[in-house]
Nanobody, 115 residues
Framework: QVQLVESGGGLVQAGGSLRLSCTNS????????MAWYRQAPGKQRELVAL???????NYPDSVKGRFTISRDNAKNTVYLQMNSLKPEDTAVYYC?????????WGQGTQVTVSS
């Protein structure tokens, strides 16, 4: 089983930075793509950043240039460095991992950016 454990969420002022991490604490697994999503109240969950096992990344325009996703394959861990945070970045951030045929989600971590 895959168990994604997230950390790093919290409260930060606009313009500040935050670093999220997510790792598989379950059974040993070769994780394919890893990604971060976020969901604000009343809105659909949206992709924040995605990284392939080979290191290719993808970002939506809303975070491009501010957020950076990275991974450590040996640790099956994905990170999200968030800089120049804006109040509109406030949401619950979820880790996602693809393992073979399955997709797994973390429990979510709250990120709140004050103006």
């Amino acid at each position: 089983q895959v168990q994604l454990v997230e950390s790093g969420g919290g409260l930060v002022q606009a313009g500040g930075s935050l670093r999220l991490s997510c790792t598989n604490s379950g059974s040993i697994a070769r994780i394919d793509t890893m990604a971060w999503y976020r969901q604000a109240p009343g809105k659909q969950r949206e992709l924040v950043a995605l990284i392939s096992r080979g290191g290719r990344t993808n970002y939506p325009d809303s975070v491009k240039g501010r957020f950076t996703i990275s991974r450590d394959n040996a640790k099956n861990t994905v990170y999200l460095q968030m800089n120049s945070l804006k109040p509109e970045d406030t949401a619950v951030y979820y880790c996602n991992a693809k393992v073979d045929w399955q997709y797994y989600w973390g429990q979510g971590t709250q990120v709140t950016v004050s103006s």
